[in-house]
């Protein structure tokens, strides 16, 4: 029985988890939710964020449960990586990874400088290898 306009949406729309091209050509997701028919609110982009940083952190600590093990802000810089390459990407960084997992922060954060993922994206690799480095956030 219905009984609210959501529930009366959710039957009426469906809900779709991912995005589908709706019968008039529009890239849709959720509840009929048109993208680029109108701007996400604040709450929304930080619900996003919210369930995407919560997804990568869990991907992340399953493929390296030692992370977890990290101060705040060196664990911070790691989920902004994985974040940003995914997990499997951060995968790649090889001896980034040993240096960090054995302590050596100066090494892990010459490593990340030391890539072409550095050279991509610039000043957010500095910041990641500082924070690395020094245990700040930055």
Known sequence: MVTDIYAQL?????????????????????VGHRLRARALSDAA???????D??????ELLGAYPWVGDLSPARF???????????????GTF????AALQ?????????ELLDSRYAEQVGDRAK????????????
């Open 10 to 30: 959710r039957r009426d729309e469906g809900v779709k988890y991912d995005i589908y091209v709706d019968s008039e050509g529009w890239l849709t997701l959720g």
């Open 45 to 51: 982009v930080d619900q996003i964020l919210r369930d």
């Open 53 to 58: 940083v919560e997804a990568t952190t869990g």
């Open 76 to 90: 911070g810089a790691v989920q902004n990586l994985a974040f940003n390459l995914g997990v499997a990407g951060l």
């Open 94 to 97: 090889v001896k980034f990874l």
């Open 102 to 110: 054995q302590g050596r922060w100066k090494d892990a954060a010459a």
């Open 127 to 138: 910041r990641l290898s500082v924070q690395i480095k020094e245990d700040r956030w930055v």
